[in-house]
């Protein structure tokens, strides 16, 4: 509501200023911004009603007919809403597509992708050190549907070339891998992959986000990313999205996810949007909060390994440098002690706090062996790297020495003077 008498002068300013803000909308306006505005400025509604600053929440199931078959171009939420679209627009601005699809959760994205890509007959090359769902879904659910797959070591392209078959249609992988952070040269495997016609490379980009490597310009066919993790960053919601500069690949994807139904509620579109407004920043922090964590780690007497790749002893540190921007905030470390020793560690840590999931502002710590991984035998888990005593470290946004302190106190209460 206008207070002030509207004079001639003042009604053209206004008009002026409105006309900016309506256009600040469009992403297409705005070519220049760098992600990190992006982010913050692309999905930014004028809202007629009352000028909120914040894109509004759309929770509502249907849409308004102004004639019959005539609408603004929502039908129905189950197929699009305008606040998963807000959301979907800061996550492509990051991206470097023209659009991208959010969903419930990061399973859901890669649910509706193996349904839209593969069908009975085909066959899926997957990273060998991969998250425990993903494994959960082929094991349990894709297996059924007729599809064939193989984990391979996707650290090596010529592995990779060697399980390729006449009906392969898709290689999945993820890098850095969960848990013990192994690297697949995204680059390298594009290459295998488009040497035969018809397969599709996807990246589960999860730990870096399209901001510290963007899997896209490296070769993928196509990035998917759990918005529960970096993207929200806070641990409101679970989410998940797909990306790719392929439109014909956009539009099964949507079809699809229209029809499954896994798009991702409005609410929780909305709660990631605040999420994505800070990503490029907290990743700054969450960089160099862990590059402190880990080399503090690596020079501890009671740490047998640290596998972090910005570490000069990691070893694919070189690759890391090659294809990320820098080396996020996630790492998994080892003690020199029994299994026991070091899930009492875990206990005795009080800053630190126990939990699944990552890339929120709280540092988490998880044990992959009795949490992500633990549908893997332990035959299996050892030929992997993932000890029994592995512990996954998720640096958040807290003090470093805050953290080392907790660090230091846990050491003190497990192992007494010899820490
Ligand atoms: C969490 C996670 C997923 C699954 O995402 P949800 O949002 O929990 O369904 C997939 N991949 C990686 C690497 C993850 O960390």
Known sequence: METRSATPSRVSL?????????????????????????????????????????FPIHQTATYIHESVGVTKGYGYSRGANPTVNALEQAISAIEGTAHA???????????????????????????????????????????????????????KPEAVATAMKPNTKLIFVETPANPTMRLTDIAAIAEVAHKQPGVLLAVDNTFMTPVLQNCLD????????????????????IGGSLATH??????????????????????????ALQGIKTLPARLEVHCRNAGVIAEWLEAHPLVAKVNYPGLKSFSQHELAKKQQKAFGGMMSFELKATTEQALAFMNALKLCTCAESLGSVETLITNPATAS??????ETRDRLGISSGLIRLSVGLEDPKDLIADFEQAFAAI???KA
Not at 27 to 50: A, C, M, W
Not at 373 to 378: E, N, Q, V
Request: aromatic letters at 10%.
């Open 218 to 237: 490296l070769g993928a066919d196509i990035s998917m990313l759990s918005t529960t993790k970096y993207i929200d960053g806070h641990n409101a919601t």
């Open 373 to 378: 991984h633990c549908d893997l035998s332990d």
């Open 246 to 271: 392929d439109e014909a690949i956009t539009e099964r994807l949507r079809l699809v996810r229209k029809t499954i139904g896994t798009i991702q509620p409005p609410f929780d579109s909305w709660l």
């Open 101 to 155: 699809l959010c969903f419930r959760s990061g399973m859901a994205a890669i649910s509706t992708l193996c349904f839209a890509l593969l069908k009975a007959g085909d066959h899926v090359i997957l990273s060998e050190v991969i998250y425990g769902g993903t494994i959960r879904l082929f094991h349990q659910v894709i297996r059924n549907f007729g599809i064939e797959f193989d984990y391979v070591d996707t650290a």
């Open 14 to 54: 206004i008009f002026t200023r409105r006309a900016r803000c309506a256009g600040e909308f469009l992403l297409s306006d705005q070519p220049s911004f760098q992600p990190s505005t992006k982010v913050i400025h692309s999905n930014r509604s004028y809202e007629k009603q009352s000028n909120s600053i914040l």
């Open 415 to 417: 192992f007494g003077a």
